[in-house]
């Protein structure tokens, strides 16, 4: 099993225990190795394979037995012994918003619900309200739970797609005769949401069944589900479903185009070429009757050479959404799409001082390692208890922290921010006096999340005025394929950041994605600074902004418009002038 699926697994032992009444401290221990597994950036077969398991942050003996069991064999004597004893329906349970373990646990003792189905019939016919703690809006929003992830099943984010394409890639890439291997589809224009993964690969005819038989039998895949001569579907070990196509080497920029996507900008895209005389699809250009005999008919070799073709520049992957791409190709008013590269840094980060897992020495390091300017601090405020929210006196400390680091470090600026709370009525969990200690403030909302349109809109509104704040941290509050972010006026919101010289930010973090890039059009054009920021809780979560990054290019978004791909001094200035 790779890192993803023992993670999984071990954060659905710390459910199960939950439901059994487990001792709370039991529970939490493998909640948090569940995390601390996931962010791993070394092997983890090599890790358990030279028995450093305990090495990692929160893994004690018992736990490291279970992921040596997991990693070696799949398979785990404690954790089948724990499904065993509890209905198999059960874990299934706690995923339905607004159901925790004790939620589920009491259900169970009170009504014997043990699956999805027995839970929607039990809402239907108005079971739950006979329970305490439950009443007929509860069963409204279980209903409309049940529906949203029953829809959901089938959808994976970004990360957990990402991961497991590149892993199939590199495999691919190492087998005899494979000339070109790509990464298409939705996973390829950075949705934040995939439902599948194509992979796409060129090779001569002599090595395609080679190379499918070395394919089916990748540790990753579970199972084939069809195969043909040039294409197969497999189910991966995540359960995410896998789709492989062979071409021959002169397609290949053709299908490459095709299979990436979307169906509305190859719509467009076929017009386009029809337009000139030609038919386009998957396997190329053929002529039609318009076509000038006297002309050869294009074989490109490449993306840019179709997109030439056309009278088109290279339109970039994340773009291709039919949102006006193509004439702004058409007239060379494409912008210039934000690079990982151009990242000097990021401000949404937190350390062991609240609920992170690496320390500052640790953070600060791992961002000179990867070339960073500076980056920022922003560790809970005190409201935010289950986060560990730091007082006053640990402000303090970490400030003195910071400032001893600062005196001895040497082309790294620590920048000390704070996420604070934004309370329900749109104050901040902090004084003005307080906050005016560090040098940028992000408001966040992380408590009362069931708001009317209006109320979170003008709670955020709110936020934005003051004085103190810098930047508006994960605006909407989703969680991909778990709740739906608090309804918006965003477009009231980005008018406010633009009113009052405020920034936005992309929540790297790949459960959020939180600026939806389908809203930061409209912030770039009321010129709205934006801030990708990972959200960050290892010193490997700083890593999550490529995330964010593909979710600017979506968007659009260009290196000026965001705020750390600005020099040192510019960014200084910046939080300077939202104070003055």
């Known amino acids: 099993m790779d890192k993803n699926q023992v993670a999984e697994i071990l954060d659905e032992m710390g459910t199960l225990l939950e439901i059994k009444g487990a001792n709370p401290f039991r529970c939490r221990a493998f909640h948090n190795a569940s995390v601390n597994i996931a962010s791993l950036t070394e092997d983890l077969r090599e890790l358990a394979s030279t028995d450093r398991l305990t090495e990692i942050p929160g893994i004690g003996k018992g736990i490291a037995q279970i992921i ?5 064999s799949s398979k785990s004597k404690e954790y089948e012994d724990l499904k065993q ?32 189905t027995a839970l929607e019939q039990a809402a239907m016919t108005h079971q739950l309200a006979e329970v305490p703690g439950f009443g007929k809006k509860s069963e409204e929003n279980i209903l409309k739970g049940i529906a949203r992830l029953t829809k959901m099943q089938t959808k994976f984010t970004i990360n957990i797609a990402l991961e ?68 197969i579907s497999v189910r991966l070990s995540s359960g995410i479903q896998c789709d492989l196509r062979i071409v021959k080497d002169s397609e290949f920029a053709f299908a490459l185009n095709y299979f990436t996507g979307s169906k509305e900008h190859n719509v467009d895209v ?174 966040s909302i992380h408590s009362k999340l069931n708001m009317t349109k209006k109320e979170a809109t003008s709670r955020l509104v709110k936020a934005l005025k003051n004085r103190s704040v810098s930047f508006i941290g994960h605006p909407t509050g989703r969680i991909l394929l778990e709740r739906e972010g608090y309804p918006l006026n965003m477009q009231e919101v980005i008018e406010a950041a633009a009113d009052y010289g405020k920034g936005l930010e992309i929540n790297s973090h790949p459960v959020r994605l939180d600026l939806d890039w389908r809203s930061l059009r409209y912030a770039k054009e009321k010129r709205v600074k934006i801030f990708i920021n990972p959200d960050a809780h290892s010193a490997e979560g700083l890593l999550d902004v490529r995330y964010g990054v593909g979710i600017a290019r979506k968007g659009w978004l260009e290196s000026d418009d965001i705020v750390n791909t600005w020099p040192l001094k510019k960014v200084e200035a910046f939080f300077r002038s939202q104070r003055s």
């Open 68 to 72: 040596r069991e997991l990693v070696e």
């Open 270 to 443: 076929r017009t386009r070429a029809r337009a000139l005389g030609l038919s386009l699809n998957e396997y190329g250009f053929t002529p039609l009757k318009e076509w000038k005999r006297s002309k050869k008919v294009p074989s490109c070799q490449s993306e840019e050479a179709i997109y030439k073709t056309l009278g088109m520049a290279y339109i970039p992957p994340e773009i291709r959404e039919n949102l006006g791409e193509c004439d702004a190709a058409e007239k060379g008013l494409l912008p210039h799409l934000v690079e990982q590269d151009d990242l000097r840094g990021t401000f949404h980060c937190h350390t062991s001082y609240s609920d992170g897992r690496s320390t500052l020495t640790e953070m600060t390091a791992f961002a000179r390692k990867h070339g960073w300017e500076y980056w920022g601090v922003a560790d809970h405020s005190g409201s935010a208890v289950y986060a560990r929210g730091l007082t006053k006196e640990r402000i303090r400390e970490q400030h003195r922290e910071i400032d001893f680091m600062t005196g001895s470090l040497k082309g790294i600026r620590i920048f000390k921010g704070i996420e604070c709370d934004i309370l329900p009525d749109g104050d901040l969990d902090m004084s003005d006096d307080e906050l005016s200690a560090f040098d940028y403030v992000v408001a």
């Open 164 to 231: 497991a394409a590149e892993n199939l890639l590199r495999f691919l890439r190492g087998q005899k005769g494979v000339k070109r291997c790509e990464i298409a589809g939705s996973l390829r224009r950075c949705k934040e949401v995939i439902g599948d993964i194509d992979l796409l690969v060129s090779c001569n005819e002599m090595s395609r069944k080679a190379i499918l038989d070395s394919f089916v039998r990748h540790a990753d895949i579970q199972s084939v589900l069809a195969q043909g001569e040039t294409k």
């Open 85 to 116: 004893s509890l209905p198999p329906g059960l874990p299934e349970l706690v995923k339905v918003p607004g159901l925790g373990p004790k939620r589920v646990k009491l259900l169970f003792e009170k009504l014997n619900i043990d699956s999805l």
